[in-house]
Structures are given as C-alpha cells and as structure tokens.
C-alpha cells in the first residue's frame, strides 16, 4: 500500500518505518523545515550547546520494548531530570521530597515523621479528589500547594487549579526520602546527539520520501491508499465545529557565559513571576563541555490561530467539542489519526512511540487479511 503520513515527529516516523520495513510505500511529509515535530533538537551555531527547540523533553520509560527501539537508532546517555524551585525567596528541590518538605518548615524529620506531619496538613476529609486543587489539598497539605502548585498551575494553564483535573497533578510524586528525580521509570536518558538525529535515523529507509516545508494538501489524498494525519485533530476539519483548546508556550532566550543557573531547569513557583521556568540547555547534555550558554524563559498563554499548538487544555467544553471531533474522525474513511496533536491528548514520548508500534502492527495484521484497512 502506499501511505501517505502527514507530520514527521515520532508517531509518523515510528510508524513509516514499520509499514516500510514491511514492503508499503510511506511518504512523510511536514510544513516544518525539520523532522521530529516538537522534540527536535539544534546546535546552536555560535556556543555549540544542544538546544531543545520547542521545549525540553526528557526521555523517559518503563516499556523495556520502547527503551530498545529508541536506543536501536541513537546512543542514549544517562541523564536524570532534577528540577529546582525558587518560591517565596527560597531554592527548593522538586519533585517534593523529604528535603524539600524539611528544608520548607524547618524541620530535620525522618520518612515517618514527615509522612505523619504531611498527612497531618492534608485535608483528610476530601476522598475522592476530582480537581488539581483537592489532589493538592489532598495529598500536600495548602502550604506545599501554595508554594509549589498554586502560582505555577494557573501561569501554566490560565485557569483556576480549581477548574483543572487532579489528573494533571498526578503526573507528580511525592516523595518522604531524598531521591530528587523528577520521574520514577526505570529507564532515563538524553539521544547523545539529540532527537533530530534519531528520527532521521527512524526515517532512513529506502521506502520513505520524507518532503519537509510541504503543508498539507486535501488533493494529496487522491494519490495514496491511506492518509496517517498526525496534525491537529480539529485542523484536518478545518476547524469546522470551532477549535480545541491549547496552551502554547513562548520561549524568551537568551545567552549567557559559563553556567548560568547551576541547573537544566528552574522552576518559579510565585504567581508574580510571569514565566514559569528557565531551562539552561547545556545542563540537558551534560556529557558535553561548552563555554557558553543558551536559555529560554517559558512563558504559557492560550493557543491563537497561527500559534504551536503544545498542551491540550482538555476541560469541560473542550471534552464536548472533542467527542464530536472523535465522531467526525470515525466516519472519515482513509485517514487514521495519531499522535498528541490528532488524538488531542497529553502524552510523553515514550506513550507516543508504543502507540505508533501498536497501531502499526494492527495496521499489518489486518493487511495480512483482505489487504485492506
Ligand atoms: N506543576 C506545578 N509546579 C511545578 C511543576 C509542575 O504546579 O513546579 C504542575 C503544573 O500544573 C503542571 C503539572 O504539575 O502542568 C504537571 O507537571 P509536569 O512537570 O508533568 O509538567 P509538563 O511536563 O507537562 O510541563
């Protein structure tokens, strides 16, 4: 068959190179200049530092089977997430663990007594938490959640942690020892020469055609036997039953000699600070030796037409809208949708690269039968 695959990030390329390997046509295309969609990483010509273009994005895994294909097509180095947080004039360590909480009140306890101390705090009496702030209040108690949680959430997603699903903050631990990784999988770590050159590698295959700063074409369709369209989900329809909600982010850089914060990513707790952090790039490689630096303060406001599109805001009227861009997307024969963009969901690399194996292998099982999708 010959596919036609709109958008060069993981899901496309993960997925091109397994119908490819398996004898189908796959053309990839994108509007970007450069494939891996929002991981893709640049040297930056004048410091020679790795930079995480649209964002830092840290690889991490529990799906063995994942870990082996990324690391099939790139060297990963071992690099752990350690992210700070300047709140109320004070650097704490995140995610909250027991330095942070003894460090916060002044404390030296053990894991018990902090456990006991936390539970304490907490507000025992909310037991099924459904919004961002009842996780909080739930599980950290109102000063943690004010320092930490509070202030950063609404700069992150302009809204009320109140209209915010306690989904969001389960992404985070919380921790009574000391370990300060951000993320709890088993298996971390950083392309050696980042995620551009690992996606180039995925789509090296002498049955893709990769066509980059090409924008998608309604009348592309007439030449394939079926479209893969990891764009946004409301953008195939043109928006016609109006647009999904997004959070986008701008990104203010700028350079610096020697190491300018001491760490990859600093977070601002305080809702008087406008950005809600700084990444310093190099600290991302820290294999690599550079004398200068590059950094960008991240800033978080609502998506506009002509906007990236990064976080789908997925709230109440966005849900509705949604299911009837879902029922829409099912009726359209010929075109899958995939990905975080045409699934509108908020995945991590790793959730999105199972999903592309998984949808590939379903796509040949079912080839295997009558040959047709
Ligand atoms: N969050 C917060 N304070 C922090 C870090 C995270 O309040 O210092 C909240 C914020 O609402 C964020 C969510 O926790 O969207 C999930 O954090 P994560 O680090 O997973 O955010 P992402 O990777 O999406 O930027």
New binding site residues.
């Given amino acids: 068959m010959d596919f036609l695959m709109v958008g060069a990030g993981l899901s496309c390329a993960v997925m091109g190179r397994k119908l490819a390997e398996a004898g189908h046509r796959v053309t990839v295309i994108d509007s970007r200049d450069h494939v891996a969609g929002n991981c893709h990483t640049e040297r930056d010509a004048d410091t020679g530092v790795l930079v995480h273009v649209y964002g830092p994005h840290i690889f991490h895994t529990d799906d063995e089977e994942v870990w082996d294909y990324v690391n099939h097509y790139t060297t990963f180095l071992p690099y752990k997430n350690r992210v700070k ?1 300047t709140t109320q004039g004070q650097v704490f360590s ?1 995610p909250v663990n027991l330095h942070t909480i003894n460090q916060f009140f002044g404390k030296t306890m053990r894991p018990d007594e902090a456990r006991a101390f936390i539970e304490d705090q907490a507000d025992t009496s909310i037991d099924d938490p459904q919004t ?1 702030e009842e996780q909080a209040l739930r599980f950290v108690g109102p000063d943690l959640y004010e320092a ?2 509070k202030g ?2 609404e700069k ?2 302009g809204c009320s942690p109140t209209e915010l699903p306690a989904s ?2 389960k ?2 631990p919380v921790r009574f020892n000391y370990d300060d990784n951000y993320f709890f999988h088993r298996f971390q770590g950083m392309p050696e020469d980042g995620y551009t050159p690992m996606v180039e590698a995925i789509l090296d295959h002498r049955n893709i055609t990769v066509s980059l700063s090409t924008p998608y074409e309604p009348s592309m369709r007439a030449d394939h036997d079926h479209v893969v369209w990891s764009g946004p989900l409301d953008g195939y329809f043109d928006y016609d039953l109006g647009r999904l909600g997004y959070r986008t982010l701008d990104f203010e850089r700028f350079t610096a000699t020697g190491d300018w914060q001491g760490c990859a990513v600093m ?1 601002y ?1 305080d809702r008087d600070v406008p950005f809600t952090r700084i990444t310093e790039h190099k600290h991302f490689a820290p294999w690599e030796e550079h004398e200068g630096s590059v950094l960008y303060r991240e800033y978080s406001r609502a998506c506009e037409p002509g906007d990236i599109p990064y ?1 789908p805001i997925r709230m109440v009227e966005e849900k509705a809208l949604l299911a009837d861009y879902i029922q829409k997307a099912e009726r359209e024969t010929g075109v899958t949708f995939v990905g975080r963009l045409g699934t509108y969901r908020y995945l991590d690399m790793d959730v999105t690269i199972r999903e592309a194996l998984d949808i590939a292998d379903g796509f040949l099982a079912a080839l295997g039968g009558d040959g047709r999708l």
């Fill in positions: 947080s995140l961002f930490f949680f950063y959430t992150q997603w969001i903050l992404r985070l977070n707790g976080y």
